[in-house]
C-alpha cells in the first residue's frame, strides 16, 4: 500500500485545507511587518472578536502544547496548582510543559469515568487538600472534545465554571477541537466559551486544517496581560506571523473552520454505525466528534494491520480511527468493511436477548 494512502491514525495526517493554503498563499505577496504587526494578523484577531461576539484578546502559538501551557502558566504561580482529568491531554502527552512553563504549578489530577471533568469531581479535588504543605488550586482545565471525543454539553460547562466561580478557580478551555464540539453541538462558539464562563480557550487549527497554529483567546481581558512575552519568551513568537495569522481569517471568513468539523465528525459517525453492534468488537467511546475508538481482541487488531491500516492503541489498548477535513467516505467505507470481513457480520438483536 503506497504511504499516501488515506489512513485514520491521525487527524494530524490530513494535509491543508484548501482556504488555508489559498491564504498562505494570498500572504505571500511582497512584504508586510513582522512579530504580529502586520494588518493579516490583525484581521484575524479581528475575525475571532466577531465569532465569538466579544472584545477577547487574541494571540498565536504555533501548536496545542505550547498554547496550553503557557495559557495555563498565565493562570498561575508556581505554587499553585491545576485540576485536570486523568485522560488529558496537559497531563498525558505534553510532556510536563505545563509544569515547566509555569515554574512547577503542579497538574492535580482528577479520575474520571468517562474522561470528562465534573463539578463534583472539582469540588473534591479542590477541597481535598487546604493547608500550606499542598500546592493551591487555581485553575481548572477541560478539553473540549475530550480526548476519547466525548462533547461537554453547554449545561456540563455552565456547572463546572460555576463550581470554579465558587471556589476560587479560573477555568480554561484546550480546544485543540474546539470546532468539533461547535459542529457536534450546532452552537455558537460563545455558547460554549465565555458564555459558559470560560477564561481562556485554546483553540486548535492543526487538527481543522491548517499546517500550523492555534489561537489563544483570553474572555477576561485582564488575564491576557504579558501574554505577548510569555510567548515571545517560550519561543512561541512568530516572526513571520501573517503565515500563521492569514490562514485563520479564511478559515474563519468562509465557514470551512466548521464545515470542515462537521465534515470529520460525518465520517466517525458513518464508521460507527456501520461497525456497532459487529461481533467481537465494542465502541468503547460515545462517538459525538470526529473520533471512533474500537475494542476489539488483539489478534483481529493484528489481522487489521495486516490489511494495510495504521491506529494507535495508546488509551485503552482500543484502536483509535481519527477523521479529519479531508477524511473520504470511501475509505471509511474500505475500513468498515474490512472491520466486518475480520470480525464478522453482524450481532442478531434478537439472539442477544436470547438466554
Ligand atoms: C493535538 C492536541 C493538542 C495539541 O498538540 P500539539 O501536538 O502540541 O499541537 C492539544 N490537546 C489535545 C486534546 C490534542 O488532541
Known amino acids: 500500500m503506497p504511504n499516501s494512502t488515506q489512513q485514520f491514525a491521525s487527524d494530524n495526517y490530513a494535509g491543508i485545507c484548501p482556504e488555508a493554503w489559498a491564504a498562505m498563499a494570498a500572504a505571500n505577496v511582497g512584504h508586510v511587518p513582522a512579530y504580529g504587526e502586520d494588518g493579516w494578523t490583525a484581521r484575524a484577531s479581528d475575525a475571532f472578536r466577531e465569532l465569538f461576539r466579544t472584545n477577547c484578546d487574541v494571540f498565536f502559538a504555533f501548536n496545542g502544547t505550547a498554547a496550553n501551557s503557557l495559557a495555563l502558566a498565565s493562570l498561575c504561580q508556581s505554587y499553585h496548582s491545576v485540576i485536570c482529568s486523568s485522560t488529558a491531554h496537559v497531563e498525558t502527552d505534553e510532556c510536563g510543559a505545563p509544569e515547566f512553563f509555569s515554574n512547577g504549578s503542579k497538574l ?65 478551555m484546550d480546544g485543540a477541537r474546539f470546532a468539533n464540539a461547535c459542529a457536534a453541538l450546532g452552537c455558537e462558539p460563545a455558547d460554549i466559551s465565555w458564555k459558559a464562563g470560560v477564561d481562556v480557550l485554546c483553540f486548535g487549527g492543526t487538527k481543522n486544517g491548517m499546517a500550523v497554529g492555534e489561537a489563544v483567546l483570553y474572555f477576561d481581558n485582564s488575564l491576557a496581560e504579558g501574554f505577548d512575552y510569555r510567548c515571545k519568551q517560550a519561543g512561541q513568537l512568530a516572526s513571520k506571523m501573517r503565515f500563521l495569522a ?109 438466554p
Open 108 to 172: 492535580l489530577v482528577a479520575a474520571t469515568k468517562s474522561g470528562k471533568l465534573t463539578a463534583e469531581a472539582v469540588r473534591t479535588l479542590a477541597a481535598s487538600r487546604s493547608d500550606i504543605h499542598f500546592p493551591k488550586p487555581r485553575a481548572v482545565t477541560i478539553t473540549q472534545p475530550t480526548e476519547t471525543g466525548q462533547v461537554y454539553s453547554i449545561d456540563e460547562i455552565q456547572a463546572l465554571s460555576a463550581t470554579c466561580r465558587d471556589l476560587g478557580l479560573r477555568l480554561h
Open 246 to 354: 492569514a490562514p485563520w481569517v479564511e478559515m474563519l471568513s468562509s465557514g470551512a473552520w466548521l464545515r470542515n468539523a462537521a465534515h470529520a465528525n460525518a465520517c466517525a459517525r458513518r464508521l460507527a454505525d456501520q461497525v456497532s453492534g459487529l461481533r467481537g468488537c465494542e465502541l468503547m467511546f460515545p462517538v459525538d466528534a470526529n473520533s471512533v475508538f474500537i475494542r476489539a481482541p488483539e489478534q483481529s487488531l493484528q489481522a487489521l494491520r495486516q490489511r494495510g491500516w495504521r491506529f494507535y492503541t495508546f488509551i485503552g489498548g482500543g484502536a483509535r480511527f481519527m477523521f479529519a477535513w479531508d477524511s473520504d467516505p470511501v475509505r471509511v467505507d474500505a475500513l468498515a468493511s474490512d472491520l466486518r470481513a475480520i470480525l464478522g457480520t453482524k450481532a442478531d438483536p434478537m439472539s442477544i436477548n436470547m
